[in-house]
């Protein structure tokens, strides 16, 4: 029978894909140039939400949620922790740079928001059909602060180590977050676009305002905000 993948795979899949891809590329980037793979996260965000409006518009398949559930976590999961681990790296050394035991704590802290977007991608699959049920924080949404705040200037080793632990474990927690409304997505996506594009402009305004709105988020969202508007 086959795999038929040009007959089972939608335009959405293929949008999709593109985000793995950029959510790769932010990965390897990001060895080299900290400033460029956090631009590149921000382009994964976009990416992720038209590929949303792909599959609200009926080109979605079988396979589609899967698909993309599987490229949030290696985009918004593991391409987070490898951004850590580089920050990390910078000051207390990476692996063969410094002690075996400094090097375990960062490998660990670093590992931390990929390990519980797999638990929270696993459970969603195991435990939860209806959209009504939504707890935990999107680990997109980790992904935006994580690199918001750091092209917004806040690049201390120890800041972002501890923002990412607190953000791994909020992918679990019990709040029910909500998805941005129509209304909601086309602003915040502006916003996100001049930060890929512009992030030093004006006093790095769009990548500052994009991280006041999704603290707002994050803190507000569950309970003063209805995806219904």
């Known amino acids: 029978m086959g795999f038929r993948v ?10 999709t894909l593109c985000n793995a891809v950029v959510g790769f590329a932010a990965g390897v980037v990001a060895f080299a140039d900290l400033h460029l793979a956090a631009r590149l996260v921000l382009l994964s ?7 949303g409006i792909a599959a609200r518009n009926g080109e979605s398949s079988d396979v589609g949620p899967l698909l993309d559930s599987i490229t949030d976590v290696v985009s918004f999961g593991v391409t987070p922790s490898l951004f850590v681990y580089v920050v990390m790296r910078s000051s207390y050394g990476g692996v063969g740079e410094s002690t075996p035991l400094v090097t375990v704590a960062v490998v660990v802290v670093a590992s931390l928001y990929a390990v519980f977007s797999i638990i929270r991608t696993a459970f969603y699959t195991t435990y939860f059909d209806g959209a009504e ?19 917004a200037g806040v690049t201390h080793p120890a800041v972002i ?21 129509v209304r909601t997505v086309g602003p915040m996506g502006v916003v996100l676009f001049g930060a890929v594009v512009a992030p030093t402009s004006v006093g790095r ?9 999704a603290l707002l988020f994050l803190a507000l969202g569950p309970r003063y905000y209805w995806a219904g508007e």
């Open 205 to 213: 305004a769009a990548p500052r305002l994009m991280l006041v709105i």
């Open 133 to 151: 049920e939504r707890p935990g924080m999107p680990n997109s949404l980790g992904a935006i602060l994580l690199a918001t705040a750091y092209l």
């Open 6 to 15: 040009q007959r089972r795979l939608s335009r959405a899949d293929a949008v």
């Open 161 to 181: 180590a501890v923002g990412a632990a607190v953000l791994a474990v909020a992918q679990v927690s019990p709040f029910d977050y909500p998805k941005p409304g």
């Open 45 to 51: 965000v976009i990416i992720d939400a038209l590929d």
